[in-house]
């Protein structure tokens, strides 16, 4: 029940931790994780994604309070409560961000975070296996704990997406993820071997054969703080309350919703909103919880005129041959998340970097596994990368048990809207390309009626859906700024022995899918907690349209 390292949560950033932090043998670590195994099928199955994020087993099945420039709808917020958090249960699509995010982080007072400081960290994560597919090998490790690689983009439709976006006019890239993020190509993926490969397996399980790192399974209650220091994290488990002792430093990993719902009911946060609920004040902190933020997209759907989508294997017994090769080989269908082919776009003159970015899927299908009506079709999840919307998580009460309110404040801007109906439009342009002619029979949704700024609107409003990359709640900046939670070696501003280190600390949300910007964080944070000199800065440049200025693409 003590060790020196207390990490709470075994999610992306949890996990890298334990094992960087256990990796020299010298110190101890203990991982608190208030959710099971991840053993499994509909974990361990890349293409059984949709179950897994809709299991209360292994999701806090958190949702938004009613969104009020969204109708008043109430939007799911899937959290991983399982070993590997929530890259045991998100859709294993891998991006690092673009280089211009990490600048933005510097400049945003995370001192350190820029570009050239982070890349060096992404080469140390990754093994990455597209090296004969193309891509830029330079730019990519290949001997880290992460295992990433690609679909085998069978299915035509993967190749007719990205030959329409060079019709349209648009770069095509190689490696989104190398020096040039912007244009279609193929998308990256955490499979290995036809296996999930979250941040568990990647990290957790090999530091738990340490005998260094332990797991303890319990409910984190708050941070014990003795004299402005962290001491220890109390913790429920059997129905017994519990402290876990600290000798060195509690770490808090444990999602950009349940790090600031700790450090509030650990005294840590807005003083007003701690003395409502009668928690006494160990540091006015008016950052925590606030600057939250995500990603909204869109399905834009059409129907297939040829029956070459996956929408055959919709079926109880397609499922199941599916669900048997892979179970047998590793191999088939079940072995890719079916996201094979993306692209980033900008979405009008004058913005240097994209700022809009697509998912391909040969399938018209939800988040929650329901096909459309219409049986063949396939769709482009489409969504804005950097909204202006601000929300917060707060206290519904002082009782750990119970779930925060969380508001995102979703679409609260006029940029907003006008960068959805842009994103609507711009798809509809790619699949009126010649490439998708053969394949489009007529959309499914919007619908060809729905035309107008006032019908995109509507249907934006009714439609949209989280893309779960929730991040920002404890963010990272110098200690003189009120709204900074942590400092850019992630250490609490205003308690010793504390750190938090996951995506609560991005100052901003990076382009795409967050699982890789929150494993570099818990790499690079394990190198300040051990006092280690962060590894040398990388001189990459990464390529900008040259006529970014000017022209859209």
């Known amino acids: 029940m003590e060790a020196d390292f207390v990490i709470v949560g075994a999610g992306s950033a949890g996990c890298a931790m334990a094992y960087r932090l256990s990796e020299d043998g010298r110190h101890s670590v203990l991982v608190i994780e208030h959710g099971g195994t991840d053993a499994g099928p509909f974990i361990q199955m890349p293409a059984a994604l949709s179950y897994p994020m809709n299991m209360r087993r292994y999701d806090w099945g958190y949702s938004s309070e009613p969104e009020p420039h969204l109708g008043g709808r109430r939007l799911a917020c899937p959290r991983g409560k399982v070993i590997g958090g929530s890259s045991s249960i998100n859709g294993m699509v891998y991006v690092r961000g673009h280089a211009r995010d990490y600048d933005h982080w510097a400049e945003a007072g995370a001192d350190g975070w820029g570009f050239a400081d982070v890349l060096p960290y992404f080469r140390r994560l990754e093994n990455w296996h597209a090296g004969g597919q193309g891509g830029d090998p330079a730019w990519r490790g290949t001997d880290g704990p992460l295992h990433v690689g690609r679909g085998p983009r069978n299915n035509p439709l993967h190749a007719a997406f990205v030959e329409a976006g060079r019709q349209a006019g648009y770069e095509v890239t190689g490696d989104y993820n190398g020096e040039k993020q912007e244009g279609f190509g193929p998308m990256e993926q955490t499979v290995w071997r036809g296996r999930r490969w979250s941040a568990a397996n990647a990290y957790l399980k090999p530091a738990l054969k340490r005998a260094n790192c332990d797991l303890l399974r319990g409910l984190a209650r708050r941070v014990v703080i003795a004299d402005g220091r962290a001491t220890g994290v109390e913790i429920e488990r059997g129905g017994r309350v519990e402290t876990v002792r600290a000798r060195r430093e509690v770490i808090l990993a444990a999602s950009s919703i349940n790090t600031p719902k700790l450090l509030m009911l650990s005294g840590i946060g807005p003083a007003g909103h701690l003395a409502e609920h009668g928690i006494e004040v160990v540091a006015d902190r008016p950052g925590v919880g606030r600057n939250l933020q995500d990603h909204l997209e869109l399905y834009i759907q059409m129907a ?7 929408y055959r294997y919709w079926n109880l017994l397609g499922k199941a041959l599916i669900g048997a090769q892979w179970l047998f080989t590793g191999t088939g269908l079940g072995a890719s998340n079916q996201f094979e082919s993306a692209a980033f776009i900008r979405s009008r003159a004058g913005v240097d970097y994209p700022d809009i970015q697509y998912h391909f899927l040969p399938l018209a299908v939800r988040y929650d596994g329901k096909a459309a009506a219409e049986g063949h079709g396939f769709q482009a999840h489409v969504g804005p990368m950097r909204s202006p919307s601000r929300g917060a998580v707060t206290l519904r009460s002082a009782d750990p048990a119970e779930a925060p309110r969380i508001l995102f404040n979703y679409m609260s801007t006029e940029q907003d809207w006008i960068d959805f109906r842009r994103c609507i439009r711009l798809t509809r342009e790619l699949f009126a390309q010649p490439a998708f002619a053969p394949y489009v029979r007529h959309e499914i949704q919007p619908g060809d009626a729905v035309q107008s ?27 003189d700024d009120p709204r900074a939670v942590v400092d850019p070696e992630c250490r609490v501003i205003g308690v010793d022995g504390l750190r938090v280190a996951d995506s609560s600390v991005f100052p901003r949300i990076t382009n795409g899918n967050i699982n890789a910007p929150s494993i570099l964080v818990g790499e690079k944070a394990a190198d300040h907690v051990l006092g280690r000199t962060p590894l040398p800065p990388a001189n990459d440049a990464p390529w900008i349209h040259p006529d970014w200025r000017t022209a859209q693409r």
Do not use: N, W
Request: glycine letters at 6%.
């Open 453 to 479: 700024d006032d019908a995109l609107d509507d249907f934006v409003r009714e439609h949209v859906e989280s893309a779960y990359h929730p991040c920002g709640t404890a963010k990272m900046g110098r200690r």
């Open 304 to 310: 297939a005129a040829q029956p070459i989508t996956l």
